[in-house]
């Protein structure tokens, strides 16, 4: 299995996402925006940061780029797609998840460690394998435009067909996100985003390692039957 | 070339906090009265083709989920 990490001009979290996918035991490449054939791609990360400077608005315009052509396909063709923070903006952009992310209700950046509630019927990125609906995950959050958003029949039917992939556990909704929502996938299931970075947590060193439970469940719908 | 002007704006009904941050500062420099004050954006641009505008807006400037926008030819 090959992992490929999209890099825009203002990625940031790139090398960091390109290590935690390494760290499943398969191949990781970077695979650069102007990119068109990724053929050999089994699972796709669009990775955090500031693509395209984040002008007019946070994905609106990565949304464009050859390489989301590209990721699209792949994941009208039933590959995994994971998108952290800015790659979560951009996969919404892009019309591949469901709602929006507006600024913080609170106007200012965060930047701290926070727990995560997985669920949803989505097995394969919903619920690390294993873990109970009382699990948590330790994983830092770093954005200033994380209020995820949608009208609220759309959140009534993510809710009723388990496409609310994670929530931020009670008390810790950092962004006045509905219904303290921290991540969603797309009706398939296939295509999953989340504020928070899973991909710093992967190392003791960092405090948590739980952030690699969320890429190897993704390893895991990504590896060739 | 025709010459047009965009203007972006926050969905009615979505919380809109820098309008509200405007709107709670303001009294503290002496404007009083004044509420429902909302922050968009304004895109200004030249165009051959004005027809393609509303595509433009619909595909790029604004986010139809969360934003309104309106046209004007300048």
Redesign the interface.
């Known amino acids: 299995m090959i992992w490929g990490v999209l890099q825009f001009p203002g990625s940031c979290d790139e090398r960091d996402a390109l290590h935690a996918c390494s760290l499943t035991g398969a191949e990781a490449r970077l695979v650069w925006h102007e990119e068109r054939d990724l053929d050999e791609i089994d699972a796709v990360v669009v990775p955090g940061g500031f693509s395209y400077g984040d002008y007019l608005r946070a994905g609106a315009v990565a949304r464009f780029s050859p390489a989301m052509e590209a990721v699209a396909e792949l994941a009208a063709a039933g590959a995994p797609v994971l998108g952290i923070c800015n790659g979560f903006q951009v996969l919404c952009e892009a019309g591949l998840l469901p709602g929006a992310l507006l600024l913080n209700e609170h106007l200012r950046f965060v930047c701290r460690q926070l727990d995560l509630i997985p669920e949803g019927s989505s097995a394969e990125f919903g619920t690390p394998e294993g873990a109970q609906v009382s699990t948590r995950l330790s994983i830092p959050a770093k954005h200033g435009e994380g209020r995820y958003w949608a009208p609220p029949e759309t959140l009534d039917g993510l809710e009723a067909n388990g496409q609310v992939a994670y929530r931020y556990a009670p008390g810790q909704n950092p962004n006045g996100s509905a219904r303290d929502i921290a991540g969603v996938t797309n009706e398939a299931g296939n295509v999953v985003g989340l504020m928070p970075h899973p991909e710093h947590a992967v190392d003791p060193l960092t405090g948590s390692t739980d952030g690699l439970r969320v890429f190897e469940a993704v390893a895991a719908a990504g590896a060739p039957a | 070339m025709a010459r047009a002007r965009v203007l972006i704006r926050p969905k009615e009904g ?2 809109d ?2 309008g509200k ?1 405007v709107e709670r500062a303001l009294p503290a420099l002496g404007f009083e009265g004044i509420e429902h004050v909302h922050v968009g ?1 304004m895109v200004e641009l030249d165009v051959e083709d004005p027809a393609r505008l509303a595509e433009l807006c619909e595909k ?2 604004a ?1 139809p ?2 934003e309104d926008y309106e046209i004007q030819a300048l």
Do not use: G, S, V
């Open positions: 979505i919380l906090p820098q941050a954006r790029l400037l986010n989920l969360i």
